[in-house]
């Protein structure tokens, strides 16, 4: 799929797939102001505990997580969003496979 295809309307979740034993990411936006990206994790891959110098949103598309920010672990699923302050240590593990749009904000 090009850019150009994502010019019309498309199913979010149909723009990443799964792959076994892995995470998938496929950048949407990436421009001075911020970033859009969409990502498929398989059940039990994540992200570990990092931090970013930008607030960053979370939008569940498909799927559960646990999302730990500050230590504090949260369970986000289909169709529920989570904010992300900057500065602030988080990690991911997908509890089900997992796919969602992180939106991150540089301005």
Do not use: C, W
């Not at 498309?10 to 723009?15: E, K």
């Not at 039990?44 to 939008?59: I, N, W």
Request: avoid cysteine; glycine fraction near 6%.
């Amino acid at each position: 799929m090009t850019d150009r295809d994502l010019a019309q309307p498309n199913m979010i979740a149909d723009l990443v797939e799964y792959q076994k034993g892995s995470v998938v990411s496929r950048t949407l936006i990436d421009k001075e102001a911020g970033t859009v990206t969409l990502f498929a994790f398989d059940a039990g891959q994540g992200l570990s505990e990092h931090t970013a110098p930008y607030d960053a949103m979370v939008q569940v598309v498909d799927g559960e997580a646990e999302i730990s920010i500050s230590g504090k672990p949260q369970r986000v699923k289909s169709g529920q969003v989570l904010m992300m302050p900057a500065d602030e240590p988080h990690a991911l593990k997908a509890v089900k496979p997992f796919k969602m749009v992180l939106t991150m904000v540089r301005a």
